[in-house]
Structure formats: C-alpha cells, structure tokens
Nanobody, 119 residues
Framework: QVQLEESGGGFVQAGDSLRLSCAAS????????MGWFRQAPGKEREFVAS????????SYADSVKGRFVISIDNYNNIAYLQMYSLKPEDTAVYYC????????????WGQGTQVTVSS
C-alpha cells in the first residue's frame, strides 16, 4: 500500500524559508507526477505546485511563483517544496499527492504538515 508522509512544517516569521518533504513508501510505488497542495482555515484545498516524475516539467500557482521551488529525488521517492519569502497568507496545512497517470486525478494524499507564518 502506498503512503505519502509530509514533514518540515513549522512556525516561522514572514520572510523566512522552509523546506517541506514528502516521502513515499510502498513496495510498488509509481507516479508520473507529484504535487503539493494547501488548505487554509475556512478555505478549499488549492494547488501549489507539481512536478513530473523525471523532474523535467514543473507548474506553480501564481501566488507562489518565484517564491516556491518544487523538486524531486526519484531515487529515494521524495518530493520537496522549498519555500522562500514566506507570507502570512501562506499559512495552511500543506499536503502532497501523486498522480499515477496523466488522465487520473491526484491521489494517495498524505496527512499534511502545518505551516504557520506570522507577520
């Protein structure tokens, strides 16, 4: 059974940086892409960034473009989200997910990691 586990969240000041990790486990883990999403209190979960398994293509939400960088260690099955210049509006629970095929929706959601940015 595939599991994704996020880590690296915390409480930081505006302007600080954090790196989130998403470790995948499971004997037969496969994916064509990994993604990061976030959900702030009272809001719907939103897309943050994604990366193809080979690392060739990335995509970012406009709100994080230029501040966040997604990367992947596909040997160890770990996806990262490096976050720079954090803002209070980045406060949310961050989740990672995988896509097993381009025509399949995101799945295998992790439990999330809390990021809190104070002003």
């Amino acid at each position: 059974q595939v599991q994704l586990e996020e880590s690296g969240g915390g409480f930081v000041q505006a302007g600080d940086s954090l790196r989130l990790s998403c470790a995948a486990s499971g004997r037969t883990f496969t994916a064509v892409a990994m993604g990061w999403f976030r959900q702030a209190p009272g809001k719907e979960r939103e897309f943050v960034a994604s990366i193809t398994w080979g690392g060739r293509h990335t995509s970012y939400a406009d709100s994080v473009k230029g501040r966040f960088v997604i990367s992947i260690d596909n040997y160890n099955n770990i996806a990262y989200l490096q976050m720079y210049s954090l803002k209070p509006e980045d406060t949310a629970v961050y989740y990672c997910a995988r896509r097993v095929a381009s025509y399949v929706d995101w799945g295998s959601w992790g439990q999330g990691t809390q990021v809190t940015v104070s002003s």
